[in-house]
Every structure is written in structure tokens, then in C-alpha cells.
T-cell receptor, first 116, second 112 residues
Framework: DADVTQTPRNRITKTGKRIMLECSQT?????MYWYRQDPGLGLRLIYY???????NKGEISDGYSVSRQAQAKFSLSLESAIPNQTALYFC???????????????FGPGTRLTVL | KNQVEQSPQSLIILEGKNCTLQ??????????LRWYKQDTGRGPVSLTI?????NTKSNGRYTATLDADTKQSSLHITASQLSDSASYIC???????????FGTGTLLAVQP
């Protein structure tokens, strides 16, 4: 979805390197998310942010950090990349929906990260 | 353990045929159930969202059903098209932060 963009789309790096994945959105949503997708597993939440001053850990935040630079920008960093962080990473945004329960999430195209 | 299980893992059908994908969940708390379509190499796209009080919801040729008593949902695709070839992901939401739990998806291939 062009409303949510991710850079880079593909990245190969080496163990121990610091990596930043960037996400930008033009949907005007306050809520943003970072997920990873591994073969045979469902998407898993890494971090989420409900507004610029709100950052929350997801279920698999170890080894990752995030920065919400503005409403439209949410970056994910791997401080010291390791091979088991090789995965497909998705950024998503949402509006609150019905009392926050039925918010539609809009996903970016993904970043394929390979850590050697 | 909170889980979302989908079946079958993969499915091949002929263009024009109908199919039904299944989702069973053992998630608590539960407040909503979603179906997403994910084309190869792309991000998931929302098809339907149902709250626990809804039984069915349609989006064009896609119809989702929900039975909150048996904790089952299905996604029915009518008159399949080649463009329906994708992975279909079932997702539950619940709790104070509406935590989403994703299934592993059913990979559908529609052949001419």
C-alpha cells in the first residue's frame, strides 16, 4: 500500500552490525506497529506506538529498539544484528476504530532482512 | 496458550470454484476476529473484521463467519479468480490493548 512505505525493501548485513528500518505513512494515523514474519509462524508484534510520546514493547522486543520521530515516521533498529533476526519485517498503521477494538491495520510492503 | 490455528495449510482450486478456509482459536480474552489477504511479497490487506457479537460479514466475494461459542471462523470465497491466489491469515484481537494473534495462514492457489 503506497500510503505506508518502508525502506529499505531488502537488506543483507553481517552479524553485529547496527541496522535501521524506516517506515513512513501518509494516512494520518496515530497508531503504528512493527511486526516480523517468519516462515511457518504468524506475524509477531515487536513494538507499537499509539502516538508520538507513546512507545510500547510487543511480544518479541528483545534485541530491537524503536523511535517515533513524528506522527508519520516510526523506525525500527537492530542494535547488534544476529542471524535469527533474519525475517520479513512489516510496519503497519491504524486508526482507533470502534473503541479501539476494530481498528483496520494497513501494512507496508515489508523489508526482507538477511543477517549473515 | 493463546493460539490461532488455520486449515488447510494449503489448497489448490480451479478458477470459478468456491472454497472455504477454516480458523479455530483458543484465545482469551477475545473481542474481534479478522481475515487478511497477503499476496506473495506484499503486506497483508484487511478483508473483514468482526466483533464477538457478529456472525457474518462480507466483502465482495469474500464472506467471513464467526461462531464465538465454538471459537471457529471461516472465510468463504465465491467464484474464485486467479487474483485470489494468496495466503489468507486469520487474526484474533482482545484484551485491554486489543492484542492481535496471527495464524500462520492458508496458502490458496487458483489455477486456470
Amino acid at each position: 500500500d503506497a500510503d505506508v512505505t518502508q525502506t529499505p525493501r531488502n537488506r543483507i548485513t553481517k552479524t553485529g552490525k547496527r541496522i535501521m528500518l524506516e517506515c513512513s505513512q501518509t494516512k494520518g494515523h496515530d497508531r503504528m506497529y512493527w511486526y516480523r514474519q517468519d516462515p511457518g509462524l504468524g506475524l509477531r508484534l515487536i513494538y507499537y506506538s499509539f502516538d508520538v510520546k507513546d512507545i510500547n514493547k510487543g511480544e518479541i522486543s528483545d534485541g530491537y529498539s524503536v523511535s517515533r520521530q513524528a506522527q508519520a515516521k516510526f523506525s525500527l533498529s537492530l542494535e547488534s544484528a544476529i542471524p535469527n533476526q533474519t525475517a520479513l519485517y512489516f510496519c503497519a498503521t491504524s486508526d482507533p476504530g470502534l473503541a479501539g477494538r476494530t481498528d483496520t491495520q494497513y501494512f507496508g510492503p515489508g523489508t526482507r532482512l538477511t543477517v549473515l | 496458550k493463546n493460539q490461532v490455528e488455520q486449515s488447510p495449510q494449503s489448497l489448490i482450486i480451479l478458477e470459478g470454484k468456491n472454497c472455504t478456509l477454516q480458523c479455530n482459536y483458543t484465545v482469551s480474552p477475545f473481542s474481534n476476529l479478522r481475515w487478511y489477504k497477503q499476496d506473495t511479497g506484499r503486506g497483508p490487506v484487511s478483508l473483514t473484521i468482526m466483533t464477538f457479537s457478529e456472525n457474518t460479514k462480507s466483502n465482495g466475494r469474500y464472506t467471513a463467519t464467526l461462531d464465538a461459542d465454538t471459537k471457529q471462523s471461516s472465510l468463504h470465497i465465491t467464484a474464485s479468480q486467479l487474483s485470489d491466489s494468496a495466503s489468507y491469515i486469520c487474526v484474533t484481537g482482545g484484551g485491554a490493548t486489543n492484542k492481535l494473534i496471527f495464524g500462520t495462514g492458508t496458502l490458496l492457489a487458483v489455477q486456470p
